[in-house]
């Protein structure tokens, strides 16, 4: 079936260190991917997204490149900060439909001053 | 624009009990989903409902209900609840149509189960 894979955390880095975080999809068609990021204490937000080959997503410095051809959409930062500290969540829409997302299990990012 | 809230913050039950859920979406938004959390099994996927009806479902015992409003509020209910079903329940908002809809979610409900 449809599943995310990303690479599991915890992930330390000291501040404007260069990050990845990869983030790999099986699905049946194309979906739409998404990064949310839970904050300590607040809910996920939605950090960038891409809805079609080669679209690359940008927000707050991060970035992310719907590649098709190695089912993947790793996110990238140049040099993070000590407030991008949180758990990062990769996604994509279920068959299509971006309302039933399928979660990677999360990545926790502590960048240290 | 307020966003999603989710009621109560923080429930404690005990085996066998039931519970219920409170989700308050985005104010034009029709479109609500509920997630739970664990840490074992990350985000998974429960149902969704849009105007009234059930549009999504995910693999979950049937012990594991919602219901949406008209005024697009939503419940999820948990009856004869196990240790298992202590979680995180996240609840989503979108409005429901269009390609791409973003999820905007509620800070969640934190359940544990005595």
């Known amino acids: 079936g449809d599943s995310v894979t990303q690479m599991e955390g915890p992930v330390t880095l000291s501040e404007e260190a260069f990050l990845t975080i990869n983030c790999t999809y099986t699905?049946?068609?194309?979906?739409?991917l998404f990064w949310y990021v839970q904050y300590p204490g607040e809910g996920l937000q939605l950090l960038l997204k891409?809805?079609?080959a080669d679209d690359k997503g940008s927000n707050k410095g991060f970035e992310a490149t719907y590649r098709k051809e190695t089912t993947s959409f790793h996110l990238e930062k140049g040099s993070v900060q000590v407030s991008d500290s949180a758990v990062y969540f990769c996604?994509?829409?279920?068959?299509?439909?971006?309302?039933?997302?399928?979660w990677g299990l999360g990545t926790s990012l502590a960048v240290n001053p | 624009k307020a966003g999603v809230t989710q009621t109560p913050r923080y429930l404690i039950k005990t085996r066998g009990q039931q519970v219920t859920l409170s989700c308050s979406p985005i104010?034009?938004?029709?479109?609500v989903s509920w997630y739970q959390q664990t840490p074992g099994q990350g985000l998974q996927f429960l149902f969704e409902?849009?105007?009234?009806?059930?549009?999504n479902k995910g693999n979950f015992p049937g012990r594991f209900s919602g219901r949406q409003f008209s005024n697009s509020r939503s419940e999820m209910n948990v009856s004869t609840l196990e240790l298992g079903d202590s979680a995180l329940y996240l609840c989503?908002?979108?409005?429901?149509?269009?390609?791409?809809?973003?999820?905007?979610f509620g800070p969640g409900t934190r359940l544990t189960v005595l």
């Open positions: 699905a049946t068609g194309y979906p739409s």
């Open positions: 989503a908002s979108s409005s429901g149509t269009g390609a791409v809809n973003e999820q905007f």
């Open positions: 104010s034009g938004h029709r479109s």
């Open positions: 996604a994509q829409g279920a068959a299509g439909n971006n309302r039933k997302l399928i």
């Open positions: 891409a809805t079609k």
């Open positions: 409902y849009f105007s009234e009806t059930q549009r």
